[in-house]
Every structure is written in structure tokens, then in C-alpha cells.
């Protein structure tokens, strides 16, 4: 583009620019309806959809043309070329981003709305990482897209006397705008743009407010049904629990009659040995609600529940059997910091957490993606990991697994090996049509649930080997439906199999009933409660209510679904569903059909929407004195909050941690573990901050409390050699050789990284031989020799 002989740009060429900013889009457009088809999502390219969605990527860039047509006219007024450089680099970034949305969708399968508030800029950094990574294609992208618009605008200047002036282009514009409106579109031909900003002016727009004089909606005024104990023969001692929550398991995949059926035989099997609930919802269509529906049937907040700023007053299992003498425990392979996994475990008092950090070096981390990253130990690796763990025989337990392996990027170990058993079972198998194509395209997913099904076959051989297997209930169920594989409608991405295994069932059922995690929490509960004294409070504050029984298709709970963080867009109202603003009937099979009189559906859902908010702000979910652990909060103040935050914002952990750090090398220990204590009361899990605490109370002459602090620290990461550093230099230090001498011990089984501190190890036995040389020549001195002599040997 030569622009040396123009002094300002005309409305002609902003005309121009519009015109290649539609071109670009429809190029996008090419390629998501391209990628869709490939990964077997739609039929075909070039239909009706794609047509819809030409028209609204016309709408979007009218609406664009009309909105800068002013600020390009100012500015090039004002100055010069001005206004043409501005609005060129305005359309650039619209590009740019609606193309990193149509990758998003693409993956997802569902667009990034509201949600997008409910995470942090760490947790969408991972998610990206791990599902697919940021590579060298991202460059190739910019550089493609921004080629791509001026070449487009070079095109032009070749018809360049066809534009017209600028007055009624407007109008043409803000016309073809107008008609979109009109022009029914689904989140796929959607501009993923305009979707985005608009959910995000929705959900900051919406009113929530709470119109009701119960102060504790939640709070049950009757006992809940003890609907298992006709099905269980319980012991004299409580049972053991152990829920296993799978990625991505959704019922397409699982039992009798599912669409993609075959790919889970142990689980198939398991169904017809167990209490199975064909017809269950996942309360949330991400991880991030699993745990607090499943465990706590909870509320969501605005973005999940383990996304409040501060946790109100509530009631779990683990906190209910802890306080009945259960062991709890939680077992994951990635990071527990994401989601805020961490937080929520410890306002739980959880005895025992087990994340990615903590595996030592007997165990394989999942395989690298193209990016280089890994979201950690893939599913057979976190159940070897955790039967090796010891289980004491006279305690009951609770256990909690969260499985990662059926995740983006669909990575399992022996990767051939399962595909190749994917591509027998397709044929041998009665597949057709879009199902087939469907497997065929994605050959690694469905490969990654046949090894997650092997493993999942494999933790429960290995669970007959530990204590009181026989008095031990399983909970089987998904934290929502696979999202890469296309779904039948609104309800699948909610619709997962629930499998209640347990050697002490007496008899085996299937039900159809629709249910939701929700009512899991409850029902065992009043199970509990049935044969045992347990401690529990007067009253109980539950979303749910007992699991539905009914072995025939019948929907007759209330069930709001929260599709992604900060979008709360679905709501079972019994045999219907009111989702995005349009209401469904819901059939035994969970197919949706047309159905009339929503304004009732849309009403209940805007009161839970209102008594949710209302709740989760105002620590109105249970009062004080029936909270069996009230929430434990570092206590600051105002001083310190101030300091704090004039020299943190609280964003981002390990900036913070290196600030403290600072602080502490300035001798400024106070305030180093002052931030450290925030950092702490934020992301638990920040271990390098524990670490730094660890090491500033030993600068202090605070010995026990060090050495604490750094045991607790080797206890959450086993492999992370920074936390043996630390403690060797403490026992150095404090003279402590025989301790020393068993952490040698402890980092070479557990650690890859012993070689990096082999001069602190060589220190340690260097001090240990001192002091029993010292020791002996103190011996002989109050005794005879050979008395010595024997002594030291015998040492």
C-alpha cells in the first residue's frame, strides 16, 4: 500500500477496510465450519448453517462499519492518515481475537461467553497450555490474519470506482445490521465476537435481587428418604466411601443403549452389578462444580462455588464424616491450585491431599503435548500412586479421586496400542453414519476412555487388596459430558452415568429417573444415619434431595445447570428445560422436544438465580452453630491489609512470592511473612511460599516451627527438592544429625532432583561423623576403651 501521495484518507477507503474486515471474517468462518467437519461435528461445509452464519458475520461487521465511521472521520479530520491507522489496527485486534474464539469453540464445542469472568488469567493460561498448547503456529496465525486483511484491501483498489460514497453505505449498513436481528442464530454461526460481549453485558446487567423474608432458604424442614437401605447390608462398622470422579464421563459413552457405547467395557459391565442411575445431571457442564454438587449439593455463587471470595458457612460430606471419625482424603494428578481446588479442601480440614506435586520419582507423567506441557499423572498413575499409600485398617475413610486422562489433549500412555484396539472395535462393531465418522475423527479420544476404563478396572482389582474392602461403597459418576465430541442437544453436556458399586449391596437395580449430583450427598447421608449414630447437625441446608428410585423415565425434580462459570443458562423444571431462553421437553431417552407455556420454567429459574446469589454473599447458607467447621479465615488488619496491598495486588501467587522474598533477603521479616501469610490464605498449595516461611523463621531462631512448616511442605510435594534443601540447612544449623541423616533417606527415594543438594547430603554426614566422634572420645574419657570402642560400633 503506497501511501506517500495521500494526504487523507476518504470515506472510500474506510469502505475498503470494511469490506476486507468481512472478507477476513468469512474466511474464519470457512475455516471453523472446515475444522467442525473434520472432527465430524457438522455434516457438511457449506450449508445452511454456514449461510446463517455469513449473515451474521455482515450484521457484525455492519454494526463495526457504523460504530468507527465517526471516530475514523475525526481523527482524519484531525490528522492525516490518523483515523485510517487507528481503525485498521482496531479491526486487526477484532480479527485477532474472533479467531482465537473460533479456536476456543472449536475445542469446546460451546462459545466463551460470561464465563471467561469466572476464571483467572493463570487458570485460562493452563487450560490453554494443556489443551493443545500455545505453539509456533500461533505467530503463523497473526502474521496469516494480518496478511490476510491487507491483502484483501489491496484486492479492492482494483474496483475500486464499484464503492460508492460513504452516506449511503451507512445506511446499507446499519440495515443489514438491523435484518440480523431478526435472523434466528445458534452459538455455532454465531459471531463469536458480538456473543461474548453481549453475555458479558447480560450477566453484569442482570438482576438478582432477592425478594423473600426467609432468611436460610436452603435449610430443610424435613428429614431426607433413606431410599438405599432396602439395597445395602450394612456392617457394625461404618463403611468406607470412595467416589471417583471421571473426566469427561458422559452417558453417550457409558451402559446399555449409549451412542458411542464400547469404549468403556469394564464400566458397562459394572452397571449390571450395581445401583445405576442411567439418567443423571451433572449440576455443572465444567470440573469446577463437581466437587462442591457431588460433596456438598451446594449452591454455585456467580461462578462456582469454589470460585467465592469467601466461603460462606456450609456442609459437606468430609466435613460431616470427619467429624464422625472418618479419614478424609483427596487424590488428583494435576495441579489442585486450579479451580481453587486447594482452598476448598482446606476449609474442609481434608486430611490428606495428594496433587501433581506429590508423586515422587516411581511414577510417569503424562506425555507431553505439542506445546511442550502436561496437565501431570494420567489416571492409572494416580491410582497406582495412591494404593501404594498406607490405610489403616481400624479407621473408616473417605476417599475422593478426580481422574484427568479423557482431557484435552487426549494424550493416554500407550497410545498406539489403544488405537489400535479403537479401530478393531469400529470393525467389529454395528457403527453408522455420523457416529462412525464421528469415532473415526477423533480415533485419541475414544482410545483415551478405553485406557481410563482399563485403569478405572484396575484401582478397583487393587481396592480388594486393601483394608475392609468388603465394608467399602463406590461412587462412580462423570463431572460432565467429553466436550470435544458433539453433542445431541442442550442436556448432554450435563447427562452422566451415576454407579453405585459396593461388595454390601444386597441387589442391583437400574433406574431411569432423572437426578442430578445434587441428591448424592443426601441420600448417603440419610443411609448413614440410618444404621449409625452419627453427629450430625439439627438441620441441614441441601440443593438436592433423595436420589429418585424409579426404575421407569420420570423427571420430577427442579435442577438448575450451570453450563460454564458465570453462565447459568439451563434449568430442568421437571419434564421440561428451559435453556437460553427457550424451552424443551424432555423425554426417556433425554431428547428434547418442542414444547409450550416456558414463562413458568423462566421464572423459576430466576428466582434460584436470585436466592443463589443471595445465599453465597450474604453467608446465608447454614448459620453459625450448624457448620460443623466454620470457615477458617487469616485474620489481617486494616494496616496490614493496606500494606498488602500497596505492594501486591493479589493476581498473581508467585509474583508475590518473589516479592516476599525480597523482604526477606532485606531482613524485613515481619513483612515477609506477613505476604507470605496472604499468599497462603489465598493458594494453599503455593508451596514455594511455605518453603520461603519456612526458611524466615529459622532466620528468626524459630527451629520446631521451621521444621514444621518444611515436613508439611515434603508431605505435599515428596519430589520437590527445594523442600529437603531447605530442611538440611535447618538441621545443619540446629545441630540435629540423627534427623539429617533419616531426610537422606527420604529425598533419595523420593526425589529425582537428590544430586542438586549432594554437598548439603555430604554436609549432613560430615556433621553426623563429628558428633559420634565427639561422642566417643567423651565415652572414653568416662569409660574404659573397649567399652567405647563397642558402643561406637553398635552405632
Not at 111 to 123: A, K, R, V
Not at 626 to 643: N, Q, R
Request: proline share 4%; charged share 20%.
Amino acid at each position: 500500500m503506497n501511501t506517500s501521495t495521500i494526504d487523507r484518507y476518504s470515506l472510500k477507503h474506510y469502505t475498503r477496510l470494511m469490506i476486507s474486515f468481512f472478507g477476513s471474517l468469512l474466511v474464519l468462518t470457512i475455516y471453523q465450519y472446515t475444522t467442525l467437519y473434520f472432527k465430524g461435528v457438522v455434516d457438511v461445509i457449506f450449508g445452511t448453517s454456514f449461510l446463517i452464519a455469513i449473515v451474521h458475520q455482515i450484521g457484525f461487521t455492519s454494526l463495526i462499519g457504523v460504530i468507527l465511521a465517526f471516530p475514523f472521520n475525526f481523527w482524519e479530520n484531525l490528522r492525516p492518515r490518523y483515523g485510517f491507522n487507528l481503525i485498521s489496527a482496531i479491526l486487526l485486534l477484532l480479527l485477532i481475537i474472533e479467531a482465537m474464539l473460533i479456536s476456543y469453540f472449536c475445542t469446546a464445542l460451546v462459545p466463551l461467553g460470561s464465563d471467561l469472568l469466572g476464571y483467572s488469567f493463570n487458570d485460562i493460561q493452563m487450560t490453554i497450555k494443556n489443551s493443545g498448547g500455545i505453539s509456533w503456529m500461533l505467530p503463523v496465525a497473526l502474521v496469516a490474519i494480518i496478511g490476510m486483511f491487507y491483502g484483501f484491501y489491496k484486492v479492492t483498489s482494483k474496483h475500486y470506482h464499484h464503492i460508492s460514497k460513504m452516506y449511503p453505505f451507512t445506511i446499507i449498513l446499519f440495515s443489514m445490521f438491523m435484518a440480523t436481528l431478526f435472523i434466528e442464530g445458534k452459538p455455532i454461526n454465531h459471531n463469536k465476537t458480538q456473543y461474548l460481549a453481549l453475555n458479558l453485558y447480560d450477566t453484569s446487567t442482570e438482576d438478582t435481587s432477592y425478594n423473600s423474608d426467609v432468611e436460610y432458604p436452603l435449610i430443610k424442614s424435613k428429614p431426607i428418604e433413606n431410599v438405599l437401605g432396602d439395597y445395602f447390608e450394612l456392617k457394625e462398622e461404618k463403611p468406607n466411601i470412595v467416589f471417583i470422579m471421571v473426566e469427561g464421563l458422559g452417558r453417550d459413552f457409558v451402559g446399555e443403549g449409549a451412542e458411542y457405547g464400547g469404549f468403556t467395557p469394564f464400566l458397562d459391565s459394572l452397571t449390571t452389578r450395581s445401583l445405576y442411575w442411567e439418567n443423571c445431571l451433572s449440576n455443572t457442564g465444567r470440573t469446577f462444580g463437581v466437587l462442591p454438587s457431588l460433596l456438598g449439593s451446594l449452591p454455585f455463587g456467580k461462578s462456582g462455588f469454589m470460585e467465592l471470595e469467601k466461603y460462606p458457612n456450609k456442609l459437606t460430606l468430609f466435613s460431616i464424616l470427619k467429624n464422625n471419625g472418618y479419614h478424609t482424603s483427596f487424590y488428583q494428578g494435576t495441579n489442585s491450585s486450579f479451580d481453587n481446588v486447594d482452598r476448598f479442601l482446606q476449609s474442609e480440614n481434608v486430611d490428606f491431599v495428594l496433587d501433581k506435586s506429590g508423586f515422587g520419582n516411581k511414577y510417569q507423567m503424562q506425555e507431553e503435548d505439542a506445546a511442550g506441557t502436561s496437565w501431570g499423572y494420567p489416571d492409572k498413575e494416580l491410582f497406582k500412586k495412591s494404593m501404594s499409600l498406607p490405610r489403616a485398617a481400624e479407621q473408616p475413610r473417605m476417599e475422593v479421586y478426580m481422574t484427568i486422562s479423557t482431557h484435552e489433549p487426549f494424550l493416554p500412555p500407550n497410545q498406539d496400542f489403544y488405537e489400535a484396539k479403537v479401530a478393531k472395535i469400529l470393525d467389529q462393531g454395528s457403527y453408522e453414519g455420523k457416529v462412525e465418522r464421528v469415532i473415526e475423527k477423533n480415533e485419541n479420544v475414544f482410545a483415551t476412555l478405553l485406557y481410563t476404563d482399563n485403569a478405572l478396572k484396575y484401582v478397583l482389582e487393587e481396592y480388594k487388596k486393601q483394608p475392609n474392602y468388603d465394608n467399602t461403597i463406590f461412587v462412580i459418576t462423570g463431572d460432565h459430558r467429553l466436550i470435544p465430541i458433539p453433542q445431541r442437544n442442550n442436556i448432554s453436556r450435563f447427562h452422566v452415568p451415576l454407579i453405585m458399586y459396593s461388595p454390601l449391596l444386597k441387589k442391583t437395580k437400574k433406574m431411569s429417573a432423572v437426578n442430578s449430583h445434587f441428591d448424592v450427598t443426601p441420600t448417603l447421608l440419610a443411609l448413614l444415619e440410618a444404621k449409625y449414630e452419627l453427629k450430625t447437625p439439627k438441620e441441614v441446608a441441601w440443593m438436592g434431595n433423595a436420589l429418585d428410585m424409579s426404575e421407569e423415565f420420570r423427571s420430577i425434580k427442579n435442577i438448575p445447570l450451570m453450563r460454564n462459570k458465570n453462565e447459568l443458562k439451563e434449568f430442568v423444571d421437571g419434564e421440561k428445560l428451559y435453556s437460553d431462553g427457550s424451552v424443551y421437553s424432555l423425554d426417556e431417552n433425554m431428547d428434547l422436544g418442542s414444547t409450550f407455556g416456558g414463562s413458568k420454567s423462566e421464572s423459576k429459574m430466576q428466582s434460584f438465580k436470585a436466592m443463589n446469589a443471595y445465599v453465597t454473599n450474604n453467608n446465608k447458607i447454614i448459620p453459625n452453630d450448624l457448620a460443623v467447621f466454620t470457615v477458617k479465615e487469616e485474620k489481617f488488619t486494616d494496616s496490614e491489609t493496606i500494606w498488602i496491598n500497596s505492594v501486591y495486588n493479589g493476581q498473581d501467587s508467585d509474583k508475590g512470592y518473589f516479592i516476599a522474598r525480597d523482604l526477606a533477603f532485606d531482613k524485613k521479616f515481619d513483612k515477609a511473612l506477613l505476604l507470605c501469610k496472604y499468599i497462603l490464605s489465598d493458594v494453599p498449595s503455593h508451596i514455594d511460599t511455605k518453603i520461603l516461611m519456612g526458611r524466615v523463621n529459622v532466620w528468626q531462631g524459630n527451629y520446631d516451627t521451621s521444621i514444621k512448616l518444611l515436613n508439611e511442605c515434603i508431605k505435599m510435594n515428596p519430589n520437590y527438592i527445594d523442600s529437603y534443601a531447605a530442611l538440611f540447612d535447618v538441621y545443619f544449623w540446629s545441630e540435629r544429625s540423627k534427623e539429617a541423616l533419616e531426610l537422606i533417606k527420604t529425598v533419595q527415594e523420593n526425589s529425582a532432583s537428590a544430586h542438586e543438594i549432594e554437598d548439603k547430603i555430604e554436609r549432613a554426614r560430615n556433621q553426623a561423623r563429628k558428633k559420634r566422634i565427639t561422642a566417643f572420645l567423651d565415652k572414653i574419657k568416662n569409660t574404659d576403651t573397649e567399652t567405647a570402642i563397642n558402643s561406637f560400633e553398635s552405632e
